[in-house]
């Protein structure tokens, strides 16, 4: 039976919070992509910085 992944902020992979490190963890890519993404959103729809917010407060650590 193989392992369900858990999602948690990186400690390793951080420039901030760990959050970008983490999702690129869970997803098997790399944090540069995600950190690009999140950058897009806020630019784009302004969502983007919320969104790390409530990650960066709900997420555990690794």
């Known amino acids: 039976m193989s392992e369900r992944k858990k999602f948690t902020r990186s400690l390793s992979d951080r420039r901030i919070g760990g959050v970008c ?23 784009i729809c302004g969502t983007g910085g919320l969104l790390y917010l409530i990650i960066w407060l709900v997420a555990p650590e690794a």
């Open 21 to 43: 490190g983490g999702i690129a963890d869970y997803l098997d890519i790399d944090s540069t992509i995600v950190r690009i993404l999140f950058l897009a959103s806020v630019l």
